[in-house]
Structures are given as structure tokens and as C-alpha cells.
């Protein structure tokens, strides 16, 4: 009866883990509703759940596991869990009600397209729009409401929703006209609460499991012995770039293409220095923040007054994408700098105060045209500008720059970033693309690698002053990623934890962290933390992670948001380094050292699970905070909870004798990170869904 109920559990289980990975494929091809109907919301899938719920309980009793209490109350969460979303599935209902200004509803309509009738009425007094500081990039989105006829006035705006009479109501569009309003609409009295009562149950109990006597984690942290190997001799690299034998393009001295990075620009939706644009732009057009010696400033400086001379440098195109759109999109880039149509130079107030940024070539508000002089400059500087670099006449090209400065100055006096933000981002566009600390890393990393499959199968140890030495490095190459992500933060106004740049050089700002706190420990963590953090940096340096500060979105405007994404990525950056550790395992000849490798990684395996768990459940909190609804099988949260299934099973050793295995061990824990990538990668180029942005 025992074996039969843990084949049911984990054959389940199992089973479930395959039709979610074949449902986000369904939900790509056939749309959302396809996949709710024919697994998500299937009996089939419901049954495969509550089998793996019920047959793991009775088989964890039929083992005495309620005496390890925490490791009980770890599976009881999730049977909780998972009942709470019984509860909101069969009882809970949801939908949307579109609300005009000063006209009063009290019928939503449901997600399958019926209508529903509220206990009471809503009236939409005002919808606004509220923008960033000097941008046209939305910050929030209010609306004033009335409940009638108890006349209670409420403001709802993204992640501030309105609790009434059972149900809620969350910001989720509005009309173009802004007169009208789309709430989204929830009504799941007991649901909720049994999910989150399984939740705190879940967190309550991994954080016990670490301190609970004889749990599996503090069993094989003993076998773990400090006495490890690595290191090597380190050479930096330091990566030149080869110069091009051709004549050089024309650019303007570097004094006076500085005086232009200087100006400010309406770039992005937002006010920022005009060296970021121009970095920006050379970095698509040549994959490269520079061209041989000249700067980004130069470059693009060199396109507006040397077109000539730059028309016929050839920008970096991929072999895949010749002759398709964008290989034309970097040509159409650069007609728009030289026609001056991408550079909003020239805030212009309109008549009711608001300053709104402007090109030479835009159509000018009725306060610029009513203002000959204004229009005049607007429409001429740059041509002014042009004449006295064609005689070189370099002071007087730094006045009229200083010109257009000054009046930037005065126009959008109370908009523009502080000096000290300005002086934070040119210092940032200088860092960001870590290029010769990747390439540091990923070399000493491979070196180490390498020299630690050696002494493992000769039973040696690295000395103490190799291990020191590579801890320096380690530090600095710490202290580098902390200011780039510091002044990234600064500049941007936001935890750096949303897009592609911030989230690789996140993950090796903790690989690096990971590094310095467990090297005396765990010496193996050197070698694995220097190959996680270099290639993570090589992605952030790709020419296609452009790593342009933004606004950030309304909805990912939440406290939760930073601590959600940063227990992501340090699983996801454990769940690199037991991959890097199972490649060296498979490569080492002693079987003693594969075992010993396998108790690494074991370490390892328990938190990095329980931050994914932890982060994955914390983020549909965030959900339900935001959206309306704490689960709803998007791409993103229905990867994240395989990869938590797919790793979990590899802490089930006790029960599953392959993991038992050294060798089967590491392979697995190589292949199972591909579920990682998916998660990531996987999700945001193939999959899309809600979390597509990140």
C-alpha cells in the first residue's frame, strides 16, 4: 500500500508537471482559452492534483513524518494551496465592468461573457492619468469612484484596489477619450483565504526546516567537508579592439562633441544627457558603444555634420537578418539623426504651462509659432551649428551648443534631472557593458574549472593563498557590478530588477556575493561563481541586451516587486551554479569526489528551491494585489512552478533511488536546468504572456 500510494503521488505528479509544459505550447498556438479548457480547467488535471495531494499524505504518514514536524508541515502547505485554488476555481467568480463618467452600474460581465449583478452600485466621478516628473510615460492610473447608495467616495489606481461587500475592484484599462474606466472585478470570499493561509503554512515551515534537528538538509551539510580544491594562476585579459585599417569617418574633436553630450534630450520617456541617446543608437547600429576612437557622441555627432563621410560605414548586421526590416531599421536610424528628427532638443511650454520636448523638424505647438524668434531658433540652430563645423570654427560651435543648453535650462528649469543624476548616468554609460570583466571571469573561471577536475581526482587542495587571491578579485569584481547596479538604480529612480540587462548583471552581482560568503566553506563555489557571473555578464553585454534605462510600468510600481525578483534570480543563479557542479561531477573519475560533488550541490538544491518557491508565491501575491487574481496560469508562473517540481524532486533521494545515484544525479541536475531557461528565456521570445516584459 505504501509503494502504491508514493507511485501515485509522484506518478501524478508527474504526469501534471507534462500537461502544463504541453499547455503553455497549446496556450502559444490556440490562445489562452484553449489551454483553460483542455488542461488547466480539465477534470483530468484537477484529478491528477488531488491524487498527488491525497496519495503524498497518506504515504509521508504511513513514513512517520509528522515527527519531523516542519518537513510535514512543508507538504501540508501545499495540499492547502492546492485546495484554496479548488475552492476559487468551483466558488469564485470574476470579470470586468466598464464604467463611464457619471454614469452609475451595478452588472459586470463575467470571464465567460455573461453578465453578473453587484449588491450595490459604482459611479465613476474622474479617470486620470498621472506621468513621471518632464515625461509623457504614465506613472499611475486613478479613478475616483462612489459606491452607491451608501455615497462612500474610494480611489482606485494600480496596486491600490477597492475592497467592498465581498468583492474587488483593480485598475485593468480605460477609455482613450479618458471618460471611462475598465475594473477589473473579483468576488472569492473563501478561496483567498485558504490560499494564504497555505502560504504563510509554506513559509513558516521552510524556514523551520533549516533549524529542524535531522532534517535532510542539515544531514548532508555535515557530510560536506570545507576541505575542497581550486584555483590557478589568473591572467586578465584586457580586450582590445582591432582597428580598422580604413581611413577613419570624419568627427568632430572631442572638447566639442563633449559640450553636445552635455545638452539634455527627450529620449525614452524621459529627460536624460544626449551622450545616453547617442550610446544607445551606436550600440544598434554597430553593436558597440564607440567606432575605433571615436566615442558615441563622436559618432553620432559625425552623423549629423559628416554624413558624407559615415554614409557608407557598414552598420553590424546579423547574416539571419540581411535584407529583412532590420537591416533597414539601422539606416532609417540614422536618416532620422541627420534630419534632426530624432533629437527632442527644445522644450516648448504650451499655453497652459505643460513643456512638452520637441525636434527641429516637429510641429511646433501654437506658443512656439506665435513666438517668431523661438520658431526661428528651433527651426535654425543646427544649422548654424553645421556652418561653423564646416569652417571649423570650433569655439563658436561651443557657444551655440551652450545656447541651446542655456535655453533647456530656463524653458524646463524645474524638469530637468539634478546635476549630480547627470554626472551618475555619463558615469554609468561608461560601465555597462562589462566586456573585459566577462571576459576576466569566463577565462578564470575556465582555468579553475578545469584545475579543480584535476585536484578533485588527485585528492589535492588549493593553497590559502590562491584562495585569498581569487577572493580579491572576486571583491572587486563585486564592487564593479555594485556601482553599475547602484548608479543604474540612482539614475533610473527603480530597483534595477525588470529587463534583460538588469537581471543577467543582477545575477552576477549575486554569483559574486555567493563567492565571497561561502568560498572558506565551500572552495568549489570559486571557479562555478567566476563561469555563473562572466557568462551572465556576456549576455548582459550582447549588443541585443541594450541596456536603456526606462520608466518603469504603473503595475510594477509595488514594494513586493524587489524582493519577488531578486529570490527569483538567486535560485535561478544556485540552480547555474549546481549545473556548472554537475558538469564537473560527470568529469571527475573518483566516485568519491562524484559523491562529494553530489552533497555540494544537495547544499545548494534546498534554498535555491525554497527562494524559487518562495519567490514564485510572493509573486502571485504581488498577482492578486495588482490583477485581481493570485494564479492564472500564465506562461511565466506555470514555468516557474515546473521548475519547482522538476528540482524538487531531486531533494526526494530518501524516496526516488535513482537521485540516490551520483552520476544520475548530475546529469539530471544539467538537464534539469534547461527548465530554468525556459522560465526565463524560454517564456519572454516564444511563449509571451503577461510577463513578457521582464
Known sequence: MSKLTKYLSYGSAAIATILMMAATVIERLHGPETALKW???????????????????????????PK???????????VVILAGALVTHL???????????GEPSSVFVKDDGTGSDLPFSLRLDEFAVEYHKGSMAPSDYRSELTVLPSEEAFTISMNNILKFGGYRFYQADYDEDLQ????????????????????????????????QKESAFRNVLRRVSGAFVILAAMVLPQSLEARDASVAPK???REVSDSFGELYVYYNDRICPFETQ??????????????GDADAVQVITGWMFYYDSWKDVPFKVKAKDVGTPRESEKGHLQRNVVSGEALKLYPVADGQGKVKWYSSESELPETALEDKELSAFIRSVMDLTEQSVREEDWDEVVRIVGKIRQYQEKTAAGLLPSAGKVSAERLYNRLARPRVPFMASITLGMILFILMGVWLSRGRKPSSALTTALAVVSALLFLYLTLTLGLRWFVSGHAPFVGSYSVMMLMAWLSTIAILLLYRRFPLIQPLGFLLAGFTMLMASMAGANPRITQ??????????????????MSYTLFGLVALNGILGLAVRSDGARAKLMDVSLVVLYPAVFLLTFGTFLG??????????????????????????VYSVTLHGGALRPFRNPRFFHLYSILAFLSVLVTYFGVNLLLGGMHSYV
Not at 519531523?68 to 508541515?73: A, S
Not at 547617442?278 to 567606432?291: E, P, S, W
Open 620 to 645: 502571485a501575491v504581488w498577482a492578486n494585489i495588482s490583477w485581481g487574481t493570485y494564479w492564472a496560469w500564465d506562461p511565466k508562473e506555470t514555468w516557474a512552478l515546473i521548475t519547482i517540481l
Open 552 to 569: 518603469m510600468m504603473p503595475v510594477l510600481q509595488s514594494p513586493l516587486l524587489s524582493i519577488h525578483v531578486l529570490s527569483m534570480m
Open 251 to 253: 568627427v568632430l574633436p
Open 68 to 78: 519531523r514536524f516542519f518537513t510535514f508541515l512543508l507538504h501540508v502547505s501545499f
Open 180 to 211: 471611462g474606466s475598465i475594473l477589473a472585478v473579483s468576488y472569492d470570499p473563501w478561496g483567498i483565504g485558504i490560499t494564504y493561509c497555505g502560504y504563510i503554512l509554506l513559509l513558516v515551515s521552510m524556514i523551520g526546516f533549516f533549524f
Open 39 to 65: 488542461v488547466y480547467h480539465s477534470p483530468v488535471f484537477m484529478v491528477l492534483w488531488a491524487v498527488a495531494a491525497v496519495c503524498g499524505l497518506i504515504w509521508l504518514v504511513s513514513r512517520g513524518t
Open 91 to 101: 466558488a469564485g467568480k470574476s470579470g470586468e465592468i466598464h464604467l463611464r463618467t
Open 278 to 291: 547617442a550610446r544607445d543608437y551606436c550600440l544598434k547600429a554597430y553593436g558597440k558603444a564607440g567606432l
